[in-house]
């Protein structure tokens, strides 16, 4: 398992390469599932906002060990606890040629307010953002914002005079499967200037040499290969066809570490797998109930909870690399607790709650799950409709690409669906706001898609947003993550352990965020 001591080994021997390191190498990496979109302001996925960060940069950003430091901007001042004044980086140039100044930060903030994009939680709690020169902007606050320097990492900066001149100051309506240029292309200031993605296949990155930052590493070309099957990702890994693989089968690990070649190195991930409801139709879809909706009724949600056997999963399934969930946040979220973070398996109780509910015999529902986006996501459905058939249920399972299926439960046109939640902010608000509250507008409930409504828990989530006391905020999620629990909102499956595997000449930092940075990436004899 993940050990400090052989990360820090390897980290310090990396130092301590010679000069070959500082030739310059090609990375190519791959996982199972594409990005959604090339737009920065679009889809809240992780592995879209893993890949368009080699491009597209933020105000802020996270150094090797999770730390907030400047980015495009230099300093931050708290001229009043709700007005933020941010320097902004002089010299750095898109790459396109032009300068970054203010204008552009301005009109990224308006862009991704916009209410077809899903990236609002990253600029929630800034009212307004308004430019005092051109290399200095003030972010205006209702109330304190607690997390604002790790919420705006992933608020990218786009340029607005490449926007405009390509027809794209518009997020596009992924939902609706608009396409537009800005979904097709990306434009930034990062380390990587980005050259052609083709999709399902790969996106290709090469060098910015006028780039502001210095690279940890020696990687000057990147590559993403999207790689459904597990058998043929792993195949190319072996055969030397590609350098890092951050999704590595469970079953497949052991192998691995076994291969001369190859080394794995594992860690937790901050993402938490769990299975939505629809609590807000008055007739649920997918189902032989007609004229209500089950999933309404807290005895049918927690009897869901109680039929699955989640060290059972773990076991089966995961090969031990995951961890049963009983809360929303994953450890190393702050909010996370270890007691309460805990769920019963209990088949007797859920066909009693069942029954009580007013289905002694079950019915018939749609489990909605995709087959390439999480780790066995397919295979743990399986296993979930296997269970719920044992208190009677006659559940039925629809699996399918993410792309065509994000889509699919964004339009609420589901019943019970599947999805992982990382945390990008390391705090357990960015769950709560997006999964938890009340569907409203911006960032409150935009990923609530079985839209729970619950006035207790939005006051709690309301009130955490803006307390600046750490004591008191810290007990303000708890009291959410347990009402959250209590009422069984949703049914948490597990807590993902992230094992990457890569070529021994691969040095890079395993991030529980699982967002590989090819800045950070060192490869001797120059890579593939």
Same mark, same amino acid.
Request: net charge positive.
């Given at each position: 398992? #993940?050990?400090?001591?052989?990360?820090?080994?390897?980290?310090?021997?990396?130092?301590?390469?010679?000069?070959?390191?500082?030739?310059?190498?090609?990375?190519?990496?791959?996982?199972?599932?594409?990005?959604?979109?090339?737009?920065?302001? *679009?889809?809240?996925?992780?592995?879209?906002?893993?890949?368009?960060?080699?491009?597209?940069?933020?105000?802020?950003?996270?150094?090797?060990?999770?730390?907030?430091? /400047?980015?495009?901007?230099?300093?931050?001042?708290?001229?009043? /606890?709700? %007005?933020?004044?941010?320097?902004?980086?002089?010299?750095?140039?898109?790459?396109?040629?032009?300068?970054?100044?203010?204008?552009?930060?301005?009109?990224?903030?308006?862009?991704?307010?916009?209410?077809?994009?899903?990236?609002?939680?990253?600029?929630?709690?800034?009212?307004?953002?308004?430019?005092?020169?051109?290399?200095?902007?003030? #972010?205006?606050?209702?109330?304190?914002? /607690?997390?604002?320097?790790?919420?705006?990492?992933?608020?990218?900066?786009?340029?607005?005079?490449?926007?405009?001149?390509?027809?794209?100051?518009?997020?596009?309506? #992924?939902?609706?499967?608009?396409?537009?240029?800005?979904?097709?292309?990306?434009?930034?200031?990062?380390?990587?200037?980005?050259?052609?993605?083709?999709?399902?296949?790969?996106?290709?990155?090469?060098?910015?040499?006028?780039?502001?930052?210095?690279?940890?590493?020696?990687?000057?070309?990147?590559?993403?290969?999207?790689?459904?099957?597990?058998?043929?990702?792993?195949?190319?890994?072996?055969?030397?066809?590609?350098?890092?693989?951050?999704?590595?089968?469970?079953?497949?690990?052991?192998?691995?570490?076994?291969?001369?070649?190859?080394?794995?190195?594992?860690?937790?991930?901050?993402?938490?797998? #769990?299975?939505?409801?629809? %609590?807000?139709?008055?007739?649920?879809?997918?189902?032989?109930?007609?004229?209500?909706?089950?999933?309404?009724?807290?005895?049918?949600?927690?009897?869901?909870?109680?039929?699955?056997?989640?060290?059972?999963?773990?076991?089966?399934?995961? @090969?031990?690399?995951?961890?049963?969930?009983?809360?929303?946040?994953?450890?190393?979220?702050?909010?996370? *607790?270890?007691?309460?973070?805990?769920?019963?398996?209990?088949?007797?109780?859920?066909?009693?709650?069942?029954?009580?509910?007013?289905?002694?015999?079950?019915?018939?529902?749609?489990?909605?799950?995709?087959?390439?986006?999480?780790?066995?996501?397919?295979?743990?459905?399986?296993?979930?409709?296997?269970?719920?058939?044992?208190?009677?249920?006659?559940?039925?399972?629809? *699996?399918?690409?993410?792309?065509?299926?994000?889509?699919?439960?964004?339009?609420?046109?589901?019943?019970?669906?599947?999805?992982?939640?990382?945390?990008?902010?390391?705090?357990?608000?960015?769950?709560?706001?997006?999964?938890?509250?009340?569907?409203?507008?911006?960032?409150?409930?935009?990923?609530?898609?079985?839209?729970?409504?619950?006035?207790?828990?939005?006051?709690?989530?309301?009130?955490?947003?803006?307390?600046?006391?750490?004591?008191?905020?810290?007990?303000?999620?708890?009291?959410?993550?347990? @009402?959250?629990?209590?009422?069984?909102?949703?049914?948490?499956?597990?807590?993902?352990?992230? /094992?990457?595997?890569?070529?021994?000449?691969?040095?890079?930092?395993? @991030?529980?965020?699982?967002?590989?940075?090819?800045?950070?990436?060192?490869?001797?004899?120059?890579?593939?």
């Amino acid at each position: 398992m #993940f050990s400090l001591k052989r990360l820090g080994f390897a980290v310090a021997l990396a130092v301590g390469l010679t000069a070959t390191l500082a030739n310059a190498a090609s990375l190519k990496g791959a996982a199972q599932n594409d990005i959604l979109t090339a737009d920065p302001h *679009s889809q809240n996925h992780a592995t879209t906002n893993a890949i368009l960060m080699h491009t597209y940069e933020g105000l802020t950003r996270y150094n090797a060990k999770h730390e907030v430091e /400047p980015a495009l901007a230099t300093k931050w001042t708290y001229i009043s /606890p709700t %007005q933020v004044r941010f320097e902004l980086r002089k010299g750095v140039k898109f790459h396109d040629g032009t300068n970054f100044t203010a204008d552009d930060v301005v009109f990224s903030f308006n862009r991704i307010k916009q209410p077809q994009g899903t990236m609002q939680i990253y600029i929630a709690g800034v009212s307004d953002v308004k430019k005092i020169d051109d290399y200095t902007v003030d #972010f205006i606050m209702p109330a304190p914002n /607690p997390i604002l320097l790790r919420n705006i990492i992933d608020f990218r900066i786009m340029s607005k005079s490449w926007a405009e001149k390509n027809k794209a100051t518009n997020i596009q309506d #992924f939902k609706a499967k608009e396409d537009t240029y800005a979904s097709r292309n990306a434009m930034g200031t990062g380390p990587y200037v980005w050259k052609s993605w083709a999709p399902e296949q790969k996106i290709e990155f090469t060098d910015n040499p006028n780039w502001w930052g210095k690279k940890d590493g020696n990687v000057t070309s990147y590559t993403y290969l999207p790689i459904k099957a597990d058998a043929t990702r792993i195949s190319a890994l072996i055969a030397g066809d590609v350098d890092l693989v951050t999704e590595v089968p469970p079953q497949d690990v052991e192998r691995l570490k076994k291969e001369p070649k190859l080394k794995v190195v594992e860690g937790l991930e901050v993402r938490t797998m #769990f299975l939505g409801m629809d %609590q807000w139709s008055d007739e649920a879809k997918y189902t032989n109930v007609k004229g209500k909706n089950p999933f309404k009724d807290k005895r049918v949600r927690e009897a869901l909870s109680l039929a699955i056997d989640r060290e059972a999963i773990k076991k089966s399934i995961m @090969r031990g690399l995951s961890v049963p969930a009983g809360i929303m946040v994953a450890p190393g979220v702050n909010g996370h *607790s270890n007691d309460i973070d805990k769920a019963e398996f209990n088949v007797v109780k859920a066909k009693k709650l069942l029954a009580d509910a007013g289905y002694p015999n079950g019915f018939e529902l749609t489990l909605d799950c995709p087959n390439n986006r999480y780790v066995n996501d397919e295979k743990v459905c399986q296993a979930v409709v296997a269970m719920w058939a044992k208190i009677g249920l006659k559940p039925k399972l629809n *699996s399918m690409n993410f792309s065509p299926y994000i889509a699919k439960i964004q339009n609420f046109d589901t019943s019970v669906y599947m999805l992982g939640w990382g945390v990008a902010t390391y705090d357990a608000l960015y769950s709560l706001q997006s999964l938890v509250r009340t569907k409203t507008t911006g960032a409150d409930g935009n990923y609530s898609l079985g839209r729970i409504n619950d006035t207790r828990l939005d006051a709690i989530i309301d009130q955490l947003k803006t307390e600046p006391d750490v004591t008191k905020r810290n007990a303000l999620i708890r009291r959410a993550l347990e @009402r959250t629990k209590e009422e069984s909102y949703y049914v948490t499956l597990h807590h993902q352990v992230r /094992p990457w595997a890569m070529k021994k000449e691969v040095t890079t930092v395993h @991030r529980s965020d699982d967002r590989p940075e090819a800045r950070f990436a060192k490869i001797s004899g120059g890579g593939s």
